[in-house]
């Protein structure tokens, strides 16, 4: 499993934005999760259990995953143009492909990770 335990200890280490770009020289294949109020979105405390079951459905990739904090997450997002919180930044080989922005159930998050990563895999069909 490529996105087990060290993936977890890395999101406890919140990524600032003025650290974004060493983080995604270290992780190029990782997903950033932007923050939001839980007071106002109480399920945003399940989305890194959900983005580390989707990540597991993308195995070709070596995913990394970090959290910013509600500040942080602001000035992220506005770097990145996200104004939707709680967001997830996507990224591969180092590359911003987009952003999961909200709470979506299962097949639909799925369908969109999908979008953002499957143009840069070959296809075997």
Known sequence: MRCGNECWRA????????????WLTQAPDGVLL?????????E???NPVMIGELLREFPDYTWQVAIADL?????????FGVFRFPATLVF??????GVLNGIHP????INLMRGLVEPQQERAS
């Open 34 to 42: 932007l923050s939001s109020d839980p007071k106002r979105t109480p």
């Open 71 to 79: 500040e942080q997450s602001e000035a992220i997002g506005d770097r």
């Open 106 to 109: 299962w097949a639909e998050l």
């Open 11 to 22: 999101a406890g280490r919140p990524v600032s934005e003025s650290r974004l770009d060493d």
């Open 92 to 97: 591969t080989g180092g590359n911003y492909r």
């Open 44 to 46: 945003v405390s399940d």
